[in-house]
């Protein structure tokens, strides 16, 4: 399972983005997606997340701000972003959990990361 994010760029303050993050393979499906950033000079940290049923959470300094959703007929997760700050500036990664068949149908369990997609908040 392979994972390609997309939509990131430079936006002013105050204004918005979507993140895309698709899924791509053969014989697979996804549970639990999430978006990760990364600030310059920081730890990775956990910034949303949502199950193949539509729960999701949210880390507390983007509450009210960002809202994570999927579509799971096109195993694609996106991160809508509006209220965008400074300190939103990150590289943001998605992964996702998987389960897949191998070529011997055994069952493969693990998680794939996507590439990351830069967001820069700046006037």
């Known amino acids: 399972v392979q994972l390609q994010a997309s939509g990131g760029g430079l936006v002013q303050p105050g204004g918005s983005l979507r993140l895309s993050c698709a899924a791509s393979g053969s014989r697979f499906s996804i549970n639990t997606m999430e978006w990760h950033r990364q600030a310059p000079g920081k730890q990775r940290e956990l910034v949303a997340a949502i199950t193949s049923g539509g729960s999701s959470n949210y880390a507390d300094s983007i509450k009210g701000r960002f809202t994570i959703s999927r579509d799971n007929a096109k195993n694609t997760a996106f991160l809508q972003m509006n209220s965008l700050k400074p300190e939103d500036t990150a590289v943001y990664y998605c992964?996702?959990?998987?389960?897949?068949?191998?070529?011997?149908?055994?069952?493969?369990?693990?998680?794939?990361w996507g590439q990351g997609t830069l967001v820069t908040v700046s006037s």
């Open positions: 992964n996702a959990d998987y389960y897949a068949l191998g070529s011997e149908d055994q069952p493969v369990v693990g998680r794939a």
